[in-house]
């Protein structure tokens, strides 16, 4: 970013200028970087309205078996081990999670999601905790993911990824100047492709 916009360490925090949001590491996707101090000012209270349109695709463990559903746990610090969160934990803030199923897959499935709250690791920590960890998510799939399984019986194909299959797939905003509603896209990359017979539309 500073290798094209020179200008940029003049935005916002000196160590991460013109970052509005995040992504965890090793999560691929959209993002938006503000380039003038007005710019980051207007997304930053649009993040923090709940006026920003986030879009995530996930492939998770196991058949969820509801087309669509809402995950409303609230989100905290795990007591234990301090570089997790957790959604039983006394010092949890609201967090909701919608998702809809796009595809299933031989003992995976295919989620559309749309976290109306922030919260770190948000739904990676939900999706956890409802039983159908991300693929390839070291931290909250457990050491060794989960065997998936359909109808009681061991998934016939075995995925393995070296990082979570979790994509900010979509992100939708108001133009801090001209107010017009905003949406860009991100394809799912090659190695998230790799494992679906058709890209999701």
């Not at 997304?43 to 923090?48: G, H, V, Y």
Request: glycine share 8%.
């Amino acid at each position: 970013l500073l290798y094209h916009c020179p200008d940029l360490p003049g935005i916002g925090e000196e160590r991460r200028p013109g970052i509005v949001h995040r992504l965890d590491k090793e999560t691929s996707g959209v993002m938006v970087v503000a380039k003038t101090d007005s710019a980051m000012a207007s997304l930053a209270r649009q993040f923090k309205a709940r006026r920003v349109k986030k879009t995530y695709i996930a492939l998770v463990h196991g058949e969820v078996k509801q087309v669509e559903g809402r995950v409303e746990a609230e989100i905290g610090r795990h007591e234990r081990d301090r570089k997790r969160m957790a959604v039983r934990t006394r010092k949890g803030r609201k967090a909701v999670t919608t998702y809809r199923v796009m595809k299933r897959l031989d003992g995976y499935t295919l989620l559309q999601l749309h976290p109306e709250t922030g919260r770190t690791h948000q739904i990676r920590v939900h999706l956890s905790a409802i039983g159908h960890a991300i693929v390839g998510d070291k931290i909250y799939g457990g050491r060794r993911e989960r065997k998936s399984t359909v109808g009681g019986r061991r998934s016939a194909v075995a995925i393995t990824a070296e990082r979570q299959l979790l994509h900010a797939w979509k992100l939708g905003f108001f133009h801090p100047r001209t107010n017009e509603w905003m949406e860009f896209e991100a394809p799912l990359p090659a190695d998230f492709t790799n494992w679906l017979h058709t890209e999701p539309r």
